[in-house]
């Protein structure tokens, strides 16, 4: 058996999976968006743009995606990077494991769980009744942006710690050396080495983070109340309860185009940060 039929052999179950499983499902999706909503709800058979016209009617969902998701994913980045940061290059070996578990436990307790702890911390009997006690009266967290921020923050956390964990981890600890040893200040040798380096690892976290949260539907559910929608409760409603599968799934095709224009980003910036990562190295 040749070495290009071997190789053809072992990727064929994946690929028949990846075809099955995700290829057929947006072809399906695809062409449901040029079709109608029929008169029971579903789908009816057609060719039209009519959905993709009426996505602006959509338009908050997509907002609010397109701006909680950002800046869930970035405030997750400015958490993460200094407890990676603090995991990888200041604890010494014999703490490192456990401080690593403490960092996965919340995910061994459903999201769903941890959604419903934050609704009582946010609550009324929670954050804002501390608040009182120092005099700010009527602060409502509970049902607002801030509250799924806060949320997708903390469920997230730790799919942007690992990422960058493993590229500081792997930081040869010699270029910081010879950095001090040459007399380049402790913040100069951060931003000229140890960021450059560890960009592969925030761009990865960055990815995962950001691409889960443009999909997230539980947690705008629970912590805003209905009043704070992604794309991904518009998905529901309209799949579930409206039963416009034609108009639901035109909003799923832009979903998937803005999510692969960000996914064209991030291999750009990978392939640029890679080759800057390179020229370090040889320095």
Known sequence: MTQSRARALLLTPAGLWYAAMLLLPLAVVLIFSFGERSAIGGYAPGFTFEQYANLPARFAAFRNTLTL??????????????????????????????LLVLVIVPFWTS?????Y??????????IPALLEV????DVRLLNTPFAVLVGIVYGYLPLMVFPIYVALEKLDKRLLEAAADLGTPPWRAFLQITLPLSMPGVLTGSMLVFILLM???????????????FVGNALVDLFLQSRNWAFGSAVAVALVVVMLITVGIYTRLVKRFGASRDDVGLM
């Open 69 to 98: 998701a950002p800046v869930g994913t970035l405030a997750a980045l400015l958490i993460a990077y200094p407890l990676a940061y603090f995991l990888a290059v200041k604890v010494s070996p014999k703490w490192k494991t456990m």
């Open 117 to 126: 702890a934050w609704i009582f911390l946010l609550g009324g009997k929670g």
């Open 215 to 229: 999909g997230e539907f539980l947690i705008p559910a629970i912590l805003g109340g209905g009043k704070v929608f």
């Open 134 to 137: 120092i005099g700010l009266d």
């Open 111 to 115: 999201i769903l769980i941890r959604s």
